[in-house]
């Protein structure tokens, strides 16, 4: 159980173009989704905080415009990456925290979308 | 501030026992988390401490001890498919986690 889909697994884009990732718990609720980037041999940097049904919570330095993100459900979270330029390539990871109250401290991560700009 | 130190790199051999420590500083504390992220994947999870003590789970374990801030995840009878990257992470009181840069674990046969 706890599985958490991402949708796309890779995408490469044209500069100033958008890109829309979904990220989905497949067996589980989950109220709170998180946003992370992945630069390479660099450790999981938190872009925001996604709870169902109001605005996500960004950390600092992230733009809000530029990473829109939508909770619309307890089982999905899209990131769409906004006007994409080549330094917005990374890897992008969504986890996802189980509502029920036996694992509510635990994060199930997606297998990641790897996002090149080109 | 919260922070979490973990050493960058570690090499040992197949076989062997690895011991990966972390330390760690946050407001508040609901437990510390070890995950393994292989090349190019997402991390997965490998233990869960929220109370003092080890946690042993097959070759894999996990010790915490909450007033020194420490954790340390012990790796048995290692195998070349444990070549991978160990993050540490400590969830603070907003149940926030606060990420270590991760130990790239180099074994060799």
């Known amino acids: 159980g706890a599985v958490v889909s991402q949708h796309p697994s890779w995408v490469i884009c044209k500069s100033g173009t958008s890109v829309k990732i979904e990220c989905r718990s497949l067996d589980f609720q989950a109220t709170t989704m998180f946003w992370y980037r992945q630069f390479p041999k660099q450790s999981l940097m938190l872009m925001a905080t996604s709870n169902e049904g109001s605005k996500a919570t960004y950390e600092q330095g992230v733009e809000k415009d530029k990473f829109l993100i939508n909770h619309a459900s307890l089982t999905l979270s899209t990131l769409t990456v906004t006007s994409a330029h080549p330094e917005d390539s990374s890897f992008y990871i969504c986890?996802?925290?189980?509502?029920?109250?036996?694992?509510?401290?635990?994060?199930?991560f997606g297998p990641g979308t790897r996002l090149t700009v080109l | 501030g919260q922070n979490i130190d973990q050493p960058t790199e570690m090499t040992a051999t197949e076989g062997a026992t690895v011991q990966i420590n972390c330390t760690y500083q946050t407001s508040g504390f609901n437990g510390l988390f070890w995950y393994q992220q292989h090349a190019g994947e997402a991390p997965t999870f490998l233990s869960y401490?929220?109370l003092d003590g080890l946690e042993e789970k097959g070759r894999f374990s996990s010790f915490l001890s909450r007033s020194k801030g420490y954790s340390y995840l012990l790796l048995k009878e290692l195998q070349m498919k444990d070549s991978a990257s160990y993050l540490c992470?400590?969830?603070?009181?907003?149940?926030?986690?606060?990420w270590g840069a991760g130990t790239k674990l180099i074994i060799k046969p």
């Open positions: 992470a400590a969830m603070d009181s907003n149940y926030q986690l606060i």
């Open positions: 986890s996802a925290r189980a509502l029920t109250s036996g694992r509510i401290n635990e994060q199930f």
């Open positions: 401490n929220v």
